[in-house]
């Protein structure tokens, strides 16, 4: 045998052992994998349980008075803040929206608080008046803009005006 051939024969010899022990070390790794982490998976109860608990807050504070409740702490669940109402009131947004029209009778507009004025439009009830002051009317005394050109204005801050318009017409 030549030393070439010598060689090459221990040296697979060491590459194929080498591979088996790899194998061996993968075997091996993927049983003890499943003895360890078998229990509980990621998203499973059990592992949520004991996660909260190492990720615990190490003390807890209680004022005077209160109650020592229990040792592991509670989530307190916040309820939404009530949205703070920033709409414009029923006058708020004539005097800013409609005032310009409305209280001199510019272009033919129902001026405020003219009865006679508003009588033959009120009978179409409150709901058609809202529905012209939103969407636009011509009636045939005059052009009345959709929301009186103040598109930034929502439909329920039109509504309230046009309530308020026909409170004082009545
Ligand atoms: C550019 C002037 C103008 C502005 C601004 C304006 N209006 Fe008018 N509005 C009119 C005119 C003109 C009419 C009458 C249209 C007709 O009958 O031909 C009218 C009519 C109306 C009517 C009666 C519709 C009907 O069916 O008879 C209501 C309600 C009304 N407007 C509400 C409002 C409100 C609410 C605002 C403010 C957000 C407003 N208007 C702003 C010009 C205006």
């Not at 939404?80 to 409609?98: D, F, K, M, R």
Request: aromatic share 8%.
């Amino acid at each position: 045998m030549s030393r070439d051939q010598k060689f090459f024969d221990m040296y697979s010899l060491v590459i194929g052992v080498l591979v088996i022990f790899a194998l061996a070390i993968l075997v091996l790794a993927m049983k003890m994998s499943n003895l360890t982490q078998g229990v509980y998976t990621r998203d499973g109860a059990e592992y949520q349980v004991e996660l909260a608990d190492r990720i615990r807050p190490v003390g807890q504070v209680y004022r005077s008075g209160e109650e020592h409740a229990s040792s592991a702490p509670t989530v307190e669940t916040q309820s939404e803040p009530e949205p703070v109402a920033t709409a414009l009131s029923g006058p708020q947004v004539y005097n800013t929206a409609c005032l310009a029209c409305h209280g001199a009778g510019i272009g033919g507009a129902p001026i405020l608080g003219d009865t006679a004025g508003w009588a033959g439009r009120i009978v179409q009830g409150p709901e058609m008046l809202k529905q012209h002051a939103l969407q636009g009317f011509s009636g045939g005394t005059g052009y009345m803009p959709p929301k009186g050109g103040r598109m930034d204005l929502s439909d329920a801050e039109i509504e309230a005006a046009v309530d308020y318009m026909i409170g004082e017409a009545t």
